[in-house]
């Protein structure tokens, strides 16, 4: 990793995985900078899925959020690039699809504000926390 460059934390949600948009969206992130440096498709525990939103405990969508994440197989990513967590965020979109600018992850392929296709570290901090919860750094190879 160069010394500009950043890590981020992505998901591919299960409304995307189970349309088949892992490849469509992969080619999205790639052709807009990011290198995919680590990725694997698993399926999330209810456990594990209530861990890692735990900072969204006390919302009112936090149970439904967490049965949706862990309801079919996602897949985690660590993406890097100079400026790679906001800039993420802008390539995902509003959180709420409807919200989402053109052009965006969200916009094109979100269902709905909690089936909105993709995650992506909001932070520095989260996105090395998200990193750690998925991630040894053995699978982490550049
Ligand atoms: P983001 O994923 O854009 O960082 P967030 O951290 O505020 O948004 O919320 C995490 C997830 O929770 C979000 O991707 C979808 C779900 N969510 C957020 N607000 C919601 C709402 N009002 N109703 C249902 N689900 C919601
Ligand atoms: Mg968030």
């Known amino acids: 990793m160069t010394s500009q460059s950043e890590r981020t934390f992505s998901i591919i949600k299960p409304d995307a995985t189970k349309r088949n948009l892992t490849g469509e969206i ?12 680590a990725q694997k498709r698993i399926l999330i525990s209810l456990d594990q899925a209530r861990k890692f939103y735990e900072v969204h405990g006390s919302k009112p969508f936090y149970d439904d959020l967490c049965e949706f994440l862990s309801s079919a197989p996602v897949v985690v990513q660590v993406l890097e690039k100079e400026n790679a967590i906001a800039d993420y965020r802008k ?4 959180t709420n699809p409807n919200a989402a600018d053109e052009g965006t992850i969200r916009k094109r392929f ?6 909105n296709s993709v995650h992506g570290s909001d932070s520095p901090e989260t996105a090395l926390a998200e990193i750690k919860f998925f991630f040894s750094d053995t699978e982490i190879v550049g």
């Open 110 to 115: 979100g269902i709905s504000v909690d089936q």
């Open 26 to 37: 992969n080619a999205i992130i790639e052709s807009t900078g990011f290198r995919i440096v």
């Open 91 to 94: 390539l995902m979109g509003a």
